[in-house]
């Protein structure tokens, strides 16, 4: 295969062979980081391994699943702290005052605040590994289906395995972002365009654009799926840049639209 696409002359990805080599999955987590082209490409080399014996079917040999266990653990740790410390104080004023407003008295205000402090750290403790894999399916459906759409070769396991190994850079980030939350008491912590704009209050639809889709762990993701997407779908990085960031700004406009959108306690 050349390493020009014929008709554009743009630079695309070689095509991977199947191999039986032992899976790394911790080495591949390390390496999404370190060196995510060439992690991506041993990754993809595992998607679909002949079975021994029977060359007609295909085992998944990615371990997708170990990067998503890490990343919900990761955000169960990190709720355990922020939702009694952070979270619920900064929510306790816009309960009172939301019962206040409906005509209750403060006692009542204190009685719905004391009931969602009671249910607000199981529920996230909860939540965290639900979300977790309902956002690994849903984000690999949808870029496996604009792939395939735009002529990618590859299948579902693909877009799973790079999706499942890309979630690592946004547990790096909940963990550079927690100590920041700590010494601050707050869940806004500012790591891209929203610095410089401090006229901005976080109930203002650009800032929750901004805040979660051009925070700096937020673009390091998307160039790490770039890549990946890449590899598996076996596209141009330019192809696969022009998907991934269009469908991210669409995402990151439409949660910016929705009130309360944008927040999540996982960072």
Known sequence: MSERERDGGSPVVPEFTPTNNRPNPWGWM????????????????????????????????????LPVIVTAIIAIVVSLY??????????????????????????DAEMALSMASKFALPSAVIGAPIQTFVMLFA????????????????????????????????????????PIMISKE????????????????????????????????????????IIGLAVGYRVSKGKAATVVVLAWLAVSALIAMIPGGGFGVSG
């Open 82 to 107: 922020i939702v009694p410390n952070i979270v619920m104080p900064m929510q306790a004023e816009a309960i009172r005052a939301s019962i206040v407003d409906r005509g209750g008295s403060p006692e």
């Open 30 to 65: 390390a390496g999404v980081v370190m060196d995510p082209g060439n992690t991506f490409t041993q990754i993809a080399a595992n998607v679909a391994v002949e079975e021994r014996g029977n060359p007609d079917k295909t085992r998944d040999h990615t371990r997708w699943w």
């Open 186 to 225: 707050t869940m806004f912590v500012e790591l891209g365009p929203t610095i410089f704009l401090p006229q901005l209050e976080p109930s203002d639809k650009l800032y929750k654009f901004l805040f979660t889709g051009l925070d700096l762990f937020s673009i390091w993701w998307l160039v790490i799926l």
């Open 139 to 178: 984000v690999a459906g949808v870029f496996h289906l604009l792939f395939r759409m735009v002529g990618g070769k590859g299948s579902f396991r693909n877009a799973r395995a790079v999706v499942g190994y890309g979630m690592i850079i946004g547990t790096i980030g909940s963990l550079v972002k927690l």
